[in-house]
């Protein structure tokens, strides 16, 4: 009995500090929505569909955190694309190397063979601007080179993209 008590003490004890250092986080900025995929070129020999992909996605863009800017691509079939890369999500000509990961049925690592580059970023109601704390929704058209891993496949992505947990 007195060897139980301080072990359950000391699980009590440690599950609220880590409670207390998760809390002690900043939320990320998230922006939350889907849209399409489309104007896949390259990507025939691979299977990939050359029609249309719905997709669901999820923005967490560094000029609001100070981070990196990541954008998850989650398909209906269960799949999913996460695509890390260092810089704000604004319109430019510039590519930039992403760190990411694919899951389609395992785990594959994207190395530094994907690129995006952000072409639109139209907010909502469309009057320009660029994405910041205060925008509560917009549209993001992004070009994705290497999609999905395979050499030589490019696609767009237009999304719509709703900031959920924007702190009122």
Excluded: K
């Amino acid at each position: 009995m007195s060897v139980r008590l301080p072990r359950l003490a000391a699980l009590h004890l440690v599950s609220v500090t880590l409670a207390l250092l998760l809390a002690a986080f900043p939320a990320r900025a998230e922006f939350m929505g889907g849209g399409y995929l489309s104007d896949s070129a390259g990507c025939d020999s691979y299977g990939w569909p050359l029609g249309t992909e719905m997709v669901r996605a999820r923005l967490n863009a560094a000029q609001i955190d100070g981070d990196q800017s990541e954008l998850v691509i989650n398909f209906a079939v269960g799949g999913a694309n996460t695509y890390r890369f260092r810089g704000n999500v604004v319109p430019g000509r510039r590519w930039r190397d992403v760190d990411g990961a694919v899951i389609w049925g395992r785990l594959y690592d994207l190395g530094n063979r994907t690129q995006i580059r952000i072409l639109d970023t139209d907010l909502v109601p469309f009057e320009g601007g660029t994405v910041d704390e205060h925008t509560r929704q917009f549209r993001l058209r992004a070009r994705i080179r290497n999609f999905n891993g395979m050499r030589g496949c490019s696609v767009t992505a237009v999304l719509m993209l709703y900031y959920w947990n924007r702190p009122e």
